[in-house]
């Protein structure tokens, strides 16, 4: 069974940095595409945030580019997105997701495909106050 368990969510000042971490577990795909997604409370969709592929490839929204950095460490199963330079529109709840079980994505079209994440987190709140 996979799971993807978020942390790292909190509150903070406009300018500030954050870090969210993802464990995955159960996901043993060789090849494969882990994404960050956002969703605000107004917001109809989740939209993607910043998308890294078994290729070593990295994608991200032109709203995050040059301010947040999507890595992974194996050892640790673990997926993270840093985030420097927070606005009060980056307030959302983030979810970290993996392509599958019957797809197959590649980081830079993840931002079309947001159907065919087939794992998804439970989320974490990320508040940016001005």
């Known amino acids: 069974q996979v799971q993807l368990v978020e942390s790292g969510g909190g509150s903070v000042q406009a300018g500030g940095s954050l870090t969210l971490s993802c464990v995955f577990s159960g996901y043993t795909y060789t090849d494969y595409c882990l994404g960050w997604f956002r969703q605000t409370p107004g917001g109809k969709e989740r939209e993607g945030v910043a998308a890294l592929d078994s290729d070593g490839i990295t994608k991200y929204a032109d709203s995050v580019k040059g301010r947040f950095t999507i890595f992974q460490d194996n050892a640790k199963n673990t997926l993270y997105l840093q985030m420097n330079s927070l606005k009060p529109e980056d307030t959302a709840v983030y979810y970290c997701?993996?392509?599958?079980?019957?797809?197959?994505?590649?980081?830079?079209?993840?931002?079309?495909?947001?159907?065919?994440?087939?794992?998804w987190g439970q989320g974490t709140q990320v508040t940016v106050s001005s």
């Open positions: 997701a993996a392509d599958g079980p019957s797809t197959q994505v590649l980081a830079p079209e993840f931002l079309e495909r947001v159907d065919d994440f087939g794992y």
